[in-house]
Structure formats: C-alpha cells, structure tokens
C-alpha cells in the first residue's frame, strides 16, 4: 500500500475530525479578514508604510539564508508543538486554537492587502501569501487531526500494553517528523519562490 492510498484512507476514517478543522480555519480567516477593516488609524497607517516600502523595493527583492531558517524555524516550532500537545490531556482545544491562530493570521493578511492595495494587494496576496499556504494549510490541518487522534486515544485508554502504547508513539511521532518534512517545502517556497513571485507583480 503506497502512501497516496494510505493518506486517502486515513482521510475517509477521519472525515468529520477534517471537516471540523476546515470549520475552524475558515473561521479563522473570515475573523482576520474582519479585522483587518477594524485597526486603529496608527496600526492601520503602520502596515501600510511597510507595506509601500516593499512596493517601492520591489526590485531589489533578494533571498537570503536569514529568511529560510526563520521561515523553517517557525514551521519546525509549530509541528513541535503541535506533536507535544497530542500527548497532552488538555491538547485538543488548544489545537484547534492553533489552528485558528494560523487562520486568522491568514485572513488578516489577505484581507488587509486587498482591502489597502485593491488589484495589486491581491497579486500580491497570491503571489506572496498563497503559494506556501497550499503546502503549508493542508499539512497543519492533516497534523491536527492526527494530534487529536492521538490525545483523545490517551485520555480514552484504549491500549492493553505499554508496549502498544509505544507502538503507537512511535508511529505518532514518525508521522508527524514526515509532516514537518512537507512544512519544510513550504519554508522552501515562502523563501525563494513567494519572494520571486513577489517581484514579479511589484517590479
């Protein structure tokens, strides 16, 4: 059985989980959109400025080592995280929160960009926002379920051993190093990729 089958699998087994962090992430981004039309003028004017300033960069838009290993850092942080708070009682909601965090996060950047920049906020959205997310939004909501899976198999005590117990974490942890592994591309393209796509649109 070859990975696709395997993936596919574990997605029609878990269904309603992966419909529900769908619910709370698109949550998440129409919360972030909403407020990115509600900041204070100085919040509001802030972003802006930066944001004229990388327009008026545009051209000099360079890939450094510096932004990979932030972008990898961050991602690494996250699945870390994420992975720690499946083997916790109280890991569930605050997965679910994470979820919504990087959503909101999401909604407020788009929404803010086209809201300020109109058509070319939202080139710039697509091109440096989008192409990282379609690795990055898949693979966070795949580990989020597979971190609930494996809190609530915890807290329900449905093992008869330890040595099934460290099967499963086993497997839990491989799982979730090859899900690292994927957010990794998406640092990969956040920081080469996004930044060409970028100057592309604002050149």
């Known amino acids: 059985m070859n990975l696709s089958t395997m993936y596919k699998q574990h997605i029609r087994a878990n269904l309603f989980k992966y419909l529900l962090m769908?619910?709370?992430?698109?949550?998440?981004?129409?919360?972030?959109?909403?407020?990115?039309?509600?900041?204070?003028?100085?919040?509001?004017?802030?972003?802006?400025?930066?944001?004229?300033?990388?327009?008026?960069?545009?051209?000099?838009?360079?890939?450094s080592k510096g932004a990979l290993f932030s972008a990898a850092g961050s991602q690494i942080k996250t699945a870390a995280l994420m992975w720690f708070l499946g083997m916790t009682v109280v890991g569930v909601p605050l997965i679910l929160g994470l979820i919504f965090a990087r959503a909101f996060s999401l909604g407020f950047t788009l929404g803010f960009l086209?809201?300020?920049?109109?058509?070319?906020?939202?080139?710039?959205?697509?091109?440096?926002?989008?192409?990282?997310?379609?690795?990055?939004?898949?693979?966070?909501?795949?580990?989020?379920?597979?971190?609930?899976?494996?809190?609530?198999?915890?807290?329900?005590?449905?093992?008869?051993?330890?040595?099934?117990?460290?099967?499963?974490?086993?497997?839990?942890?491989?799982?979730?190093?090859?899900?690292?592994?994927?957010?990794?591309?998406?640092?990969?393209?956040e920081s080469y990729l996004s930044p060409w796509l970028l100057s592309l649109i604002i050149g």
Not at 168 to 176: A, D, K, S
């Open 114 to 189: 086209v809201k300020e920049k109109s058509s070319l906020g939202l080139l710039m959205g697509i091109s440096s926002v989008i192409p990282q997310n379609l690795i990055y939004v898949p693979f966070m909501l795949t580990a989020a379920v597979v971190c609930v899976n494996f809190s609530l198999f915890l807290v329900r005590g449905r093992f008869y051993s330890r040595a099934e117990l460290w099967q499963n974490f086993v497997l839990y942890t491989l799982v979730m190093i090859g899900i690292t592994i994927m957010l990794l591309v998406g640092a990969v393209v």
């Open 22 to 63: 769908i619910v709370i992430f698109g949550l998440g981004v129409a919360a972030g959109e909403f407020k990115s039309g509600d900041l204070g003028t100085e919040t509001r004017d802030h972003l802006i400025a930066l944001i004229d300033q990388l327009i008026q960069n545009g051209t000099s838009l360079t890939v």
